[in-house]
């Protein structure tokens, strides 16, 4: 089993700056990808930040020039620096991983996080 905790959520006003982090714990495991999602009031969960093992990235467009998303591969933690925050940012953002286990068990497995509200106000 792998836990992500996610942290850095809150209130800011437009044009502020947030940082969250996401850490996944357990053991055994090795970390493919790292996402950052969102999910608004009465909207879909939408990709926003993706990065890959070897540090490839993408990001919804909506957001580029102004989300930067990385990754402290020995910490299994993974940050979405958010910029120029607009109102139409404020969500529930949700961080998720496919990984892999060394032994035991074969396959990809995702996991997500609980979710950490930001809210930019006007």
């Known amino acids: 089993q792998v836990q992500l905790l996610e942290s850095g959520g809150g209130l800011v006003q437009a044009g502020g700056s947030l940082r969250l982090s996401c850490a996944a714990s357990?053991?055994?495991?090795?970390?493919?990808?790292m996402d950052w999602y969102r999910q608004a009031p009465g909207k879909q969960r939408e990709l926003v930040a993706a990065i890959a093992s070897g540090g490839s990235t993408n990001y919804v467009d909506s957001v580029k020039g102004r989300f930067t998303i990385s990754r402290d591969n020995a910490k299994n933690t993974v940050y979405l620096q958010m910029n120029s925050l607009k109102p139409e940012d404020t969500a529930v953002y949700y961080c998720?991983?496919?990984?892999?286990?060394?032994?035991?068990?074969?396959?990809?497995?995702?996991?997500w996080g609980q979710g950490t509200q930001v809210t930019v106000s006007s």
């Open positions: 357990g053991s055994n495991f090795v970390i493919h990808t």
């Open positions: 998720k991983t496919a990984v892999h286990f060394i032994s035991g068990r074969i396959g990809t497995y995702e996991y």
